[in-house]
């Protein structure tokens, strides 16, 4: 089975601070995704990745950046964390666009 | 008109019961459809593709009708533990999208 591994399950961060949230796979997955999901609006997409050192902005990008500098780590940066960001973070990751996805655990991210 | 819709519920229904969701999405493009199963604190799990020509696994049901844009899912014979958020997921062909996720119908199967 694929494993999708996120670093924390429970973070809590200053506005203002930088945050990394991290996000590993272990099956050699081109793509990788984030998402946030929040009551009343589902999951939505930040960002994506369909290769080593590319990115995509997805449907909601302002406020985060992401790095892929390997193939099986993805990382979303939250550069000044502000308090609508408080939200439950998913990774994501398949083996093509257009299949399942294989999610992680999450982490739930809380800007005090 | 939503890229996908879905009723919310919740959908509370006794052990036993056929519980039947849909949902619309607005693309007639779109190609590829499931339905994922997400547990209450829990990630999304893949529950089912949905093919054009209908398909079963257990007790559990996928169709698509692309003429009303709609896809539909059945579950017989409810089960306690079938309780949890169903979420439609459409494949966007066009723009930087990959899969879109539906909001998500609430099932609660009661003893």
């Known amino acids: 089975d694929v494993k999708v591994t996120q670093s924390s399950r429970y973070l809590v961060k200053r506005t203002g601070e930088k945050v990394f949230l991290e996000c590993v796979q272990d099956?050699?997955?081109?793509?990788m995704f984030w998402y946030r999901q929040d009551p009343g609006l589902g999951l939505r997409l930040i960002y994506f990745s369909y290769d080593v050192k590319m990115k995509e902005k997805g449907d909601i990008p302002e406020g985060y950046s992401v790095s892929r500098e390997k193939k099986e780590r993805f990382s979303l940066i939250l550069e000044s964390a502000s308090t609508n960001q408080t939200s439950m973070y998913l990774c994501?990751?398949?083996?093509?666009?257009?299949?399942?996805?294989?999610f992680g655990s999450g982490t739930r991210l809380t800007v005090v | 008109r939503k890229e996908v819709e879905q009723d919310p519920g919740p959908f509370n229904v006794p052990e036993g019961a056929t519980v039947a969701f849909n949902c619309t999405y607005s693309n007639s493009a779109s190609q590829s459809f499931f339905w994922y199963r997400q547990d209450c604190r829990k990630e999304p799990k893949l529950l089912m593709s949905v093919y054009s020509s209908g398909n079963e696994d257990g007790r559990f049901t996928a169709q698509l009708n692309r003429a009303s844009q709609y896809i539909s899912l059945l579950i017989r014979d409810s089960k306690l533990s079938d309780s949890a958020t169903y979420l439609c997921v459409v494949l966007r062909i066009s723009g930087n999208t990959p899969l879109v996720f539906g909001k998500g119908t609430r099932l609660s199967v009661i003893a």
């Open positions: 099956m050699d997955h081109e793509n």
């Open positions: 994501a990751s398949s083996l093509s666009l257009n299949y399942g996805y294989t």
